[in-house]
T-cell receptor, first 110, second 112 residues
Framework: EDQVTQSPEALRLQEGESSSLNCSYT??????LFWYRQDPGKGPEFLFT???AGEEKEKERLKATLTKKESFLHITAPKPEDSATYLC???????????FGAGTRLAVHP | EAGVTQSPTHLIKTRGQQATLRCSPI?????VYWYQQALGLGLQFLLW???????NRGNFPPRFSGRQFPNYSSELNVNALELEDSALYLC???????????FGAGSRLTVL
């Protein structure tokens, strides 16, 4: 069965304390992996798409990496405004087959 | 450019009633996707509409249905509401040929 698991469920960091979020997947025929950010009361906001193992994407304090079994979202020197739920999703076959993980709730305290 | 808009923002219903949720995609986007986000769970795929037709549906009972109008807006209907239907319902749109879904803010449905 295709499955996406994110860890940890929740993460509390001090401002400036770098860390990584994990997204592991067991799927057949991965076509792409997506990272989204979701703020309370809002819909998910697109961050990155990764297509092949070894690929990396960066945006401000965030860097996403992909291996054959998992993806990491690295957060360098986070700020309180980085607090949000981070969702990963894998794309299988046609675009409607997007399987989401349950997300990691990140809280960054000053 | 206006984003994906959803209405209503909040909806409270009782068991057995029907709920209708609406979505307007970004201008030029022809595909609309509906997802259910229950508390503590990942987004679950509900329905996909493209060019006015239902292209695929997720593992949900038939009382979840919808349609897409000629202007590409969409409606999600949930009949015979059950308590476990309480969730945030998210609509997303995509332009043909692109690979990114843009989500609306969602409609929170509470079933009492």
């Amino acid at each position: 069965e295709d499955q996406v698991t994110q860890s940890p469920e929740a993460l509390r960091l001090q401002e400036g304390e770098s860390s990584s979020l994990n997204c592991s997947y067991t799927v057949s025929g991965l076509r792409g992996l997506f990272w989204y950010r979701q703020d309370p009361g809002k819909g998910p906001e697109f961050l990155f798409t990764l297509y092949s193992a070894g690929e990396e994407k960066e945006k401000e304090r965030l860097k996403a990496t992909l291996t054959k079994k998992e993806s990491f979202l690295h957060i360098t020197a986070p700020k309180p405004e980085d607090s949000a739920t981070y969702l990963c999703a894998v794309q299988l076959g046609g675009y409607n087959k997007l399987i989401f993980g349950a997300g990691t709730r990140l809280a960054v305290h000053p | 450019e206006a984003g994906v808009t959803q209405s209503p923002t909040h909806l409270i219903k009782t068991r057995g009633q029907q709920a209708t949720l609406r979505c307007s995609p970004i201008s030029g986007h022809t595909s609309v996707y509906w997802y259910q986000q229950a508390l503590g769970l990942g987004l679950q795929f509900l329905l996909w509409y493209d060019e006015g037709e239902e292209r695929n549906r997720g593992n949900f009972p038939p009382r979840f249905s919808g349609r897409q109008f000629p202007n590409y807006s969409s409606e999600l209907n949930v009949n015979a509401l059950e308590l476990e239907d309480s969730a945030l319902y998210l609509c997303a749109s995509r332009v043909s040929g692109a690979n990114v879904l843009t989500f609306g803010a969602g409609s929170r449905l509470t079933v009492l």
